[in-house]
């Protein structure tokens, strides 16, 4: 198990005060780049490397606590040309998010995956561990369906490969889910209009990327929809797309937990789930 210690910046608060939810995988990005430069894999990051997938349960809010996170990293699966790494994310000694990882090495030249190299492979098994896996998040293809709304990709969003680093779809989904709800019921943005006793939570967030996002001055565009709707909870899909030929980009689920402000789950108002239920896709 590799182990990092993750600093907080004030700015990673959100309106409620918390660690916002998309800040969690800038912190996995942070264990993983300090992982691969700690061992002889560093290459692997200059030759090229891209996110194939994440998937993140949020187990509890993270406030903010100068002595930062801690973030226990291991290789839990290898395949010929993917592996994935496993995290636990624990603030004060309490884990409060569990994730994964999927990744590929990358020709940027060839515009394609290559597999794992023999002595990257023999490096990764020697510290791979059996993890428990998390669950399967699974929501249809919107295929043309939901709510879409505008993505303009800033400048500052690439990395260093020259396209959209992958932490930023976390941005994009969000943002695209709350214009989304708003427009579906202005109160939406927080649950039950202007009652301030209720707020959403993401529970679990999954993205699978499809393919690479570079900067362009036209915007891109999302659609967004809801795919199911529980007692207390509701998830959504959200597809990255470009308007002009259909390419999809990126595709991610979303489970939102209405809560108090105990931040203990409560039933969904009626008027909220009768808004869902007008935008839920099969």
């Given at each position: 198990?590799?182990?990092?210690?993750?600093?907080?910046?004030?700015?990673?608060?959100?309106?409620?005060?918390?660690?916002?939810?998309?800040?969690?995988?800038?912190?996995?990005?942070?264990?993983?780049?300090?992982?691969?430069?700690?061992?002889?894999?560093?290459?692997?990051?200059?030759?090229?490397?891209?996110?194939?997938?994440?998937?993140?349960?949020?187990?509890?809010?993270?406030?903010?606590?100068?002595?930062?996170?801690?973030?226990?990293?291991?290789?839990?699966?290898?395949?010929?040309?993917?592996?994935?790494?496993?995290?636990?994310?624990?603030?004060?000694?309490?884990?409060?998010?569990?994730?994964?990882?999927?990744?590929?090495?990358?020709?940027?030249?060839?515009?394609?995956?290559?597999?794992?190299?023999?002595?990257?492979?023999?490096?990764?098994?020697?510290?791979?561990?059996?993890?428990?896996?998390?669950?399967?998040?699974?929501?249809?293809?919107?295929?043309?369906?939901?709510?879409?709304?505008?993505?303009?990709?800033?400048?500052?969003?690439?990395?260093?490969?020259?396209?959209?680093?992958?932490?930023?779809?976390?941005?994009?989904?969000?943002?695209?889910?709350?214009?989304a709800m708003s427009n579906w019921d202005?109160?939406m943005a927080r649950v039950g209009a202007?009652?301030?006793?209720?707020?959403?939570?993401?529970?679990?967030?999954?993205?699978?990327?499809?393919?690479?996002?570079?900067?362009?001055?036209t915007p891109y565009a999302t659609r967004?929809?809801?795919?199911?709707?529980?007692?207390?909870?509701?998830?959504?899909?959200?597809?990255?797309?470009?308007?002009?030929?259909?390419?999809?980009?990126?595709?991610?689920?979303?489970?939102?937990?209405?809560?108090?402000?105990?931040?203990?789950?409560?039933?969904?108002?009626?008027?909220?789930?009768?808004?869902?239920?007008?935008?839920?896709?099969?």
């Amino acid at each position: 198990m590799f182990v990092v210690r993750c600093p907080l910046r004030w700015s990673d608060l959100d309106a409620q005060g918390h660690v916002n939810n998309a800040l969690i995988v800038d912190y996995m990005q942070e264990a993983r780049v300090a992982f691969f430069r700690s061992g002889p894999i560093s290459a692997m990051l200059d030759s090229g490397i891209v996110v194939v997938g994440h998937k993140v349960e949020y187990r509890a809010a993270i406030d903010y606590d100068t002595a930062g996170v801690e973030i226990h990293l291991t290789v839990s699966a290898i395949g010929g040309a993917r592996f994935e790494v496993a995290y636990d994310i624990l603030q004060r000694a309490r884990v409060v998010a569990r994730a994964t990882t999927v990744l590929c090495p990358y020709d940027f030249e060839a515009g394609r995956p290559t597999r794992l190299a023999t002595a990257d492979r023999e490096y990764l098994s020697s510290v791979r561990a059996d993890v428990e896996p998390l669950r399967a998040l699974s929501a249809p293809h919107l295929e043309g369906r939901g709510t879409v709304t505008d993505l303009f990709v800033r400048w500052s969003d690439h990395d260093s490969y020259a396209h959209v680093n992958n932490v930023k779809t976390f941005d994009y989904v969000q943002q695209a889910r709350v214009e989304a709800m708003s427009n579906w019921d202005p109160t939406m943005a927080r649950v039950g209009a202007g009652d301030s006793s209720h707020l959403w939570l993401v529970a679990r967030q999954d993205v699978d990327y499809v393919s690479q996002l570079s900067h362009r001055l036209t915007p891109y565009a999302t659609r967004t929809a809801a795919t199911a709707v529980g007692t207390s909870s509701a998830t959504l899909a959200c597809e990255v797309f470009d308007p002009q030929d259909g390419t999809i980009f990126a595709r991610a689920r979303t489970v939102l937990v209405c809560a108090g402000t105990d931040l203990r789950p409560v039933p969904l108002p009626a008027s909220i789930r009768g808004r869902l239920a007008d935008h839920l896709v099969g």
